[in-house]
């Protein structure tokens, strides 16, 4: 019999649906930030955590990444991973 695969999905609320596998990790969270820039561009940094509080932590870092890189503003979401197999 085949082993089944385990897949984690994270939906934005914006529709963006990120799908991570097949993968036996313990993540349970999907973060994202939109850096929008001075010269109209964006620029997207995302990932993956064990918990809440970890992913929460990546908010305090994208604070100093808009101060040191000089963005013109940024968004911070974070959304929890849904599980399914194949």
């Not at 991570?20 to 995302?46: K, M, N």
């Amino acid at each position: 019999m085949a082993k089944r695969k385990r897949f984690l999905t994270a939906t934005m609320p914006d529709g963006y649906v990120k799908t991570i596998g097949p993968t036996s990790a313990p993540l349970t969270h999907y973060w994202r930030i939109v850096a929008y820039l001075s010269d109209g561009q964006t620029e997207v940094f995302w990932g993956h955590a064990k918990s809440l509080k970890e992913a929460s932590g990546k908010k305090a870092a994208a604070q100093d990444a808009a101060r040191q890189r000089g963005w013109k503003r940024y968004s911070f979401e974070t959304v929890e991973l849904t599980e399914s197999f194949s």
